[in-house]
């Protein structure tokens, strides 16, 4: 939790002294992510901070661009800063800002990347685990971008950090946002074939017989 705080506290220490759009913020201890409402938006982040920017797979006809970046604090590590956009396909973008940004394709065993997302798999020691994270970070995209409104009011409603309730008001939000955003990972044709396998591997198995 102070991981968290501190983080947001060096970023809002930056946004008070420049003119970055910030609409939407989302503090953690491990980085501090920055939903922005156009192309524009993180170019302005980039000009600030540099870092590199990743294209997500297109998905319905939009992807998710994210500047990988860091606010430098002194005498303190950097703090990790993610800031992301939704790009429509075929959308104009600026020509520096395309040249940056690089389609994050990677090939390894361990990830399977046929189908609309990368899932990863790795080996633990009762099992594996599966890495949805860019299935994960297209979800919170189209939440806060999508549906602002929803989760200001599930906010407000937890302000008092009371226990979870299934029939507390901000429970029912969350139900009734959740039905707004699918929650199912698309898995497509090759993908099926290469996840197993990869599950499999990863695992120890022998295939079916």
Known sequence: MAATRDNEIALEALLSRTSLPAPTIVPAAEAVRVVVADPDDLSMWRDELG??????????????????????????????????????????????????????????????????????????????????????????????????????????????????DGHRAESLLVEQLLAEVSTRIPVYGQQCHALAESIRAAAGLRGAA
């Open 51 to 164: 870092g590199e920017i990743h294209i997500g797979p297109s998905v319905e006809g939009s992807a998710v661009w994210t500047l990988h970046t860091s606010l430098p604090r002194p005498h303190a590590r950097p703090v990790a800063v993610l800031v992301s956009v939704v790009v429509v396909d075929g959308e104009a973008i600026m020509d520096d800002l395309r040249t940056a940004a690089t389609v994050v394709t990677p090939q390894t065993p361990q990830t399977p990347v046929s189908g609309p997302f990368r899932i990863s798999v790795e080996r633990i020691p009762t099992g594996v685990t599966l890495d949805l994270r860019p299935f994960v970070e297209a979800v919170l995209v189209e939440v806060f971008t999508e549906h602002p409104d929803a989760v200001a009011d599930i906010l407000d409603e937890q302000a008092d950090a009371r226990p979870y």
